[in-house]
């Protein structure tokens, strides 16, 4: 083959690759991760063993949430190694949810997988939830039922689980799991910003996805420490308030605060009412009648929550968007 025949049959192959359709990926593994260098190599090799033996196509999506330690020269060495596991890395520590959520966006695969980086949780566990999932669910959750954390963790988190299930609805035991599954829709649908990936089901569940839950096992965590204190508890706590009031409300927020001014103000209104009533009719005097000002404070809040009420549906109509800034970006 003379040397331009070798360059033209050079050219045809590179346009052929060009123009090839990318390979569908069936699975998308995205692992939020923040100071886990010590865990990052091991993990990544316990992902591909209980992959691989799963003969589907996969590709593993660390999003390093601004680690301060050489997670990121490991997931570099990764990804030199191997082009399945892409990574994104934030300029600064932004939390998890906002990693899962640049995650999600970047995730190809039919099916979606999220869990932390810290091997707590076990990847063998992926095939069985797909599985389970399979039999038509849309969000399949892994519950910790044996649970290697300190006692101050699941305490509270036994309470927190409670007080969501209940208020919720939904009959779910762990909620703040890492390891989910999800069919690729529901992570385009949901949005998760601030703390709220403790409510990825809440969310899902309220979006008409159905959501199930297998019991998976759990490890007690080998290399570094957990990123969340005590703190936790009452940022869920609020949390709960803030996905009950946006999953039900947000579209109409004056039904919500409009009902509690209405009644309160009503409340005031009869009191006080009453109360000039008698004095027209010469049984009272005013200054000795307390119960009037409490008549009065009873409007005034009242007409507070309806205006709230009304601010909350103007800011309904104005959409905000969070933005991160990326220092990172290896997706080739
Ligand atoms: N994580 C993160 N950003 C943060 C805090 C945590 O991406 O700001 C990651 C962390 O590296 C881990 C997962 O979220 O992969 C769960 O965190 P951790 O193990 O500390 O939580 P715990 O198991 O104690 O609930
Ligand atoms: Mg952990």
Do not use: C
Not at 111 to 122: R, Y
Not at 235 to 255: A, E, I, N, Q
Not at 292 to 321: A, Y
């Amino acid at each position: 083959m003379s040397e331009s025949e070798k360059k033209a049959n050079f050219e045809e192959t590179q346009k052929q690759f060009r123009d090839r359709p990318p390979r569908k990926i069936d699975i998308s593994v995205v692992v939020p991760l923040y100071n886990e260098e010590q865990s990052l190599m091991p993990l990544s090799l316990s992902i591909r063993d209980a992959l691989d033996r799963m003969k589907s196509t996969y590709e593993v999506i660390f999003v390093d949430d601004g680690s301060t330690d050489d997670s990121i020269k490991i997931l570099r060495e990764i990804h030199r190694k191997n082009r399945r596991y892409k990574f994104i890395s934030f300029r600064r520590n932004y939390g998890k949810s906002a990693a899962l959520s640049v995650g999600f966006q970047q995730a190809t695969g039919r099916i979606v997988v999220t869990m932390d980086a810290d091997l707590q949780d076990d990847p063998n566990e992926i095939p069985r939830m797909i599985d389970k999932l399979e039999t038509g669910y849309d969000l399949v959750n892994g519950w910790k039922k044996k649970r290697h954390d300190p006692i101050s963790k699941t305490i509270p988190s036994k309470l927190f689980n409670f007080t969501t299930s209940l208020l919720t609805g939904i009959k779910l035991k762990d909620f703040n799991s890492g390891l989910k599954v999800y069919r690729r829709e529901v992570i385009q649908d949901i949005k998760v910003y601030g703390e709220m990936h403790r409510f990825l089901p809440v969310l899902a569940h309220w979006a008409g996805y159905k959501v199930a839950e297998v019991p998976v096992t759990h490890h007690p965590r080998k290399f570094g420490k957990t990123k969340f204190g005590l703190s936790r508890f009452w940022h869920g706590m609020l949390d709960l308030v803030t996905v009950l009031f946006t999953t039900r409300y947000s579209k109409r927020p004056l039904h919500f605060f409009g009902l509690m001014g209405m009644l309160t103000f009503l409340a005031g209104f009869i009191i006080d009412l009453e109360i000039v009533i008698e004095k027209l009719l010469g049984k009272t005097s005013i200054s000795n009648r307390p119960l009037f000002l409490v008549g009065v404070l009873l409007i005034i809040v009242g007409v507070q929550f309806v205006s709230i009420g009304l601010l909350g549906e103007m800011i309904t109509r104005t959409k905000t968007e969070e933005e991160y800034a990326v220092k990172e970006k290896v997706f080739n």
